[in-house]
């Protein structure tokens, strides 16, 4: 039972750790069952979209939802229903109303009437009775709109808009939109308000990864230095904020999520390789700390959520925040981060050598695989002893290139194993044969409400597209590679719509126009001069390798049949497209073997 110092879960549910009473909301989860209350008893559904680690929500539980006069008014008149946004994302890229916390007032089919993000009470008091008046009395009326609306909605779906040949004209689209919104000044993309946009960033460093380009690499260092340099970086206790709520970076919302902390690690350990600049190895490394202190799971070996913002605590200088009680951390294990965080390390692994990082992501991914994978039902969201809510396309997408990334730096053939099985899996339930692209789930996940509907996102498209095309040139099955065209095509029309959040698009049809890179490497892959050879092929100045590994214990036939050798030490060998080149017995000659042979 919820008490007024409520600070955990009250069946289920997961509320602010201060003293509140949003607990005597009568919250249900997300079910068939509240929306049959909801048609029987003639009340709209009030929808709470929550998250951990948000400071705003817990305001709105301390204040908005703690409110006698509130409390009354939507157990009376509405069916309650709260969701976790991080355990349910589907749920929130579908009703979410411009951040968190969301309230969305529902139709008892799940069409929203109104909604707003965080309101204070006396405002959501009008709201709640407005709503309560108009249900009741105009129910009619708000079907018909509702109906207007949906008719809008599939005949969006079904047609995707056409639009031009794929090309590399939609790269330089994206950093030309880059440009115009960026920060001479202060670096960062926006005005008042920034946020980290990694996937800009990493799409400035795979153009910059050919060459330098002056304009693209002061607006990659003026960025990544004011982000360590300002109140986005944790200088005490490591870690980045989520965003920056000023133009400075000096002002940060002071949540710290897996995923978004896992991008910057690799963001800022690719910049370090580019630019050759010391100090972002020092700031991947330094999150890296952040991570396997804080959000480490040492006994399972894969990483929690997020860590909750908390202002007071974060101002503390070192010494009085060695003595505060640190802010809460969300210990469910979410699939689709963990194989971000994996990829990260692997990466941060080619780039730096560190064998801990590479045996720290295996073992992440080893957990996700062995507890959250189904071979029907496919990779499971989240773990809490138990797996939960299979089948979302973002996780499968993540998981098959963190598999690819582990195979290619030479973690062994399970890898590639298993980014098979992910892969074929994704193309047999979530494809979309007809016009293109990838859904967004397994199925419906319920037959009421806009979950009933499947959608195709453009940035979860895109980072699925990217790992089939990789698989497609590790595995030599065009099938994959063939999927991810036609979905890239299917947005072709349509992805300048997104804006910046169109880099991952950007990105992948990069991948796709490249020629194919291809080294194989040759030699038992526990050995340190095996090991030395891969990452050597990953140093190379070029966007896109696809590196093989065969262990000649293993695959000595093969070998043969490729008229590929080992000598007791190993070996490398480079294909561009059709062309193959002369073995290279010495690491150090490989990355300018493959920047010297490169071609566009």
Known sequence: MATDNNRG????????????KAGRIKWQPWSEQAFQQSQKEGKPIALAISAV???????????????????????DSYVPVRVDSDQRPDINARYNQGGWPTLALLTDDGEVITGGTYIPPE?????????????????????EAVE???????????????????????????LEVASDVYDTEFGGFGGTTKFPYTNVLSLILMVLAEGSIADLEEMLTTTLDAMAAGGMYDNVGGGFFRYSTDREWTVPHYEKMLEDNSLLLAVYAEAAHVTGKKEYESVARDVYRYLTRVLLDHTMGAFFGSQDADEEYYRLDAVARGAAKSPNVDTAIYSGWNAVTASALLRAFQIFGDTDMRDRATATLDFVWDKMWDPGSGLHHYHDGEAHLPGLLSDAARMIGACLDAYESGCGEKWLDRSLKTAQWLLANLENEAAGGFFDCLRAPGSNGLPAERSIPLAENSIAASALIRLSQNSGQPRFGDSAEKALKYFSGSYRDSGLFAADYAYAVERLLDPPVRVTVTGPP?????????????????????????????????????????????????????????AVMDPAELPGRLEAGRVR
């Open 526 to 582: 526990d050995e340190e001069a095996t090991v030395e050879m891969i990452r050597a092929a990953h140093l190379a100045r070029i966007p896109f390798r696809s590196v093989e590994v065969l262990d000649p214990a293993v695959h000595n036939e093969e070998l043969e049949a490729a008229g590929y050798g080992y000598r007791g030490k190993p070996i490398a060998y480079i294909c561009i497209g059709a062309s193959c080149q002369p």
């Open 123 to 143: 405002d959501l008091r009008q709201l709640l009775s407005s709503v309560k008046d108009l249900y009741a009395n105009n129910l009619a009326e708000i079907r």
């Open 53 to 75: 680690w948000c400071h705003w929500c817990h305001v709105m539980d301390e204040t908005t939802y703690s409110d006698d006069e509130i409390i009354s008014l939507i157990n």
């Open 9 to 20: 879960t009250t069946s289920g549910f997961r509320f602010s750790p201060n003293p509140n």
């Open 148 to 174: 207007k609306v949906r008719e809008q909605r599939a005949g969006a779906m079904a047609l995707p808009a056409e639009g031009p040949d794929l090309s590399q004209s939609v790269a330089a689209y994206l």
